[in-house]
């Protein structure tokens, strides 16, 4: 099987999005698929992860130049990085959001023009059977959509979050452009013969919004964890000199730790609290994160430190008392974070402040996991606290149920389902 797989993100791009897709392109590769990878040249990104270059199986690679506000924000500021990487951290969220609603479809778009010059001379060489894009950006599907009618070849479209089915954050900003974005996601979708989506929900939402016809061309593959990962990961524990409470990943839209931190100055001030008690957040944040940090109350409890290689990720997660997921609850009932597998699987408590009908808060009870609570409400963080701080330093638990998660297996799966489609293609 020979897939031209395409998608903006990729390694050494760090992040959820490129380690979806490296994971899926190596695991594709082993169950015997051959994948020309299209992708886009060096830019200005938060966080880049050169160790996931030693785990790519790609059959060949294409880079090209973009247009986009990131690739001519590192051209504009060749040579200096901490200048432009300042320039994008500091700028706050409701400019960089302007800017990103000033596009049709997405930011993104300026890599249209290149992806399809690259796709038409890859594709003009014959040999690939299907085409493979992973979304976001969603301009690329257009891409991808075009380049399939042209070469009248099968379309796997990849849909790692919502696209107009977003509910809680608006990066539309005008009618016009969400009619413009729903009438293409329609056309893409009516074009697509397997639909593959990060969770369950976001299959549902593409049915009951697009066609019930969807739900049969839809495929699940969550973004799970990868036992790969877990063996040659040293065995740590929390350090018994503090209780720390630690988060790994971004903090965007909607998303906040306010209400935790307003939760455990209440508890400080009840001396509820840990005395040794130190919150560490990982990642790359943006400037509303350090000034809610900064306001909290409790900021000598709080520790931002840059974000982490994936292996150093996996290593810390061990050494923590505690993780924190977050998810707002405006957010559609098919979010899940890519972390919470990569939680499951270390087997700390996890303190969920996710909502309670969404499929974060059902993943997390399946896999025996309890204290969740909405991440607004200051009294149920303070319930879950407190039962928190009863287990201090407790035994790792790893339920078995988490295994049918395990990235290898599902991509397995996905392969056969692959197969079957150009199968019944002939």
Not at 277 to 299: C, D, M, P, T
Not at 378 to 401: D, M, N, W
Request: net charge neutral; proline share 5%.
């Amino acid at each position: 099987m020979n897939i031209l797989y395409i998608s903006y993100f990729y390694p050494p791009l760090g992040g959820p999005a490129a380690l979806r897709n490296l994971k899926t392109v190596r695991y594709l590769s082993q169950a015997g698929a051959s994948i020309h990878l299209l992708t886009v040249d060096d830019i200005e990104y938060a966080y880049y992860d050169e160790s996931l270059n030693d785990l790519r199986a790609e059959s060949s690679i294409t880079r090209t130049p973009s247009l986009d506000p990131m690739a001519l924000l590192k051209r504009i500021m060749k040579g200096k990085k901490a200048q432009s990487q300042a320039i994008y951290k500091q700028s706050p969220e409701r400019l960089k959001l302007f800017i990103r609603r000033l596009y049709p479809i997405d930011d993104k778009i300026g890599w249209l023009p290149y992806l399809l010059r690259a796709g038409r001379s890859i594709l003009s060489g014959g040999g690939i059977e299907l085409i493979y894009v992973s979304c976001g950006p969603f301009s690329s599907a257009i891409g991808a959509y075009k380049l399939a009618n042209e070469y009248a070849l099968p379309l796997v479209v990849d849909y790692r979050d919502y696209w107009t089915l977003l509910s809680d954050y608006d990066l539309m900003g005008s009618r016009l452009k969400r009619a413009y974005s729903v009438a293409w996601e329609k056309r893409i979708l009516k074009r697509a013969n397997l639909i593959v989506t990060a969770t369950k929900g976001i299959a549902e939402a593409l049915a009951d919004s697009f066609g019930s016809f969807l739900a049969e061309r839809s495929f699940v593959l969550y973004n799970g964890h990868d036992e790969a990962d877990f063996h040659a990961l040293p065995s740590v524990h929390p350090s018994p000199e503090e209780y720390s409470l630690c988060y790994f990943g971004n903090i965007y839209a909607r998303r906040s730790l306010e209400y935790l931190y307003q939760a455990i100055l209440e508890l400080e001030r009840e001396m509820l609290t840990p005395s040794n008690l130190k919150i560490r957040l990982y990642g790359n944040f943006n400037r509303e994160v350090h000034e809610e940090a900064l306001h909290s109350g409790i900021k000598e409890r709080i520790e931002l430190l840059p974000q982490l290689s994936h292996h150093d990720a996996l290593l810390n997660m061990q050494k923590s008392d505690a993780l924190i997921l977050v998810i707002n609850s405006s957010s559609p009932k098919g979010t899940l974070t890519s972390k919470v597998f990569e939680y499951l699987r270390i087997g700390r408590p996890i303190l969920a402040l996710v909502p309670h009908h969404g499929e974060a808060a059902t993943l997390l009870k399946e896999c025996g996991q309890n204290l969740i609570c909405p991440m607004e409400s200051v009294s149920a963080i303070k319930a879950s606290l407190l039962q928190l701080f009863s287990l201090e330093h407790s035994e790792t638990r790893v339920s078995p149920r988490i295994h049918h998660y395990e990235r290898g297996t599902q991509v397995k799966a996905l392969h056969q389902r692959l197969e079957m489609m150009l199968s019944d293609k002939l």
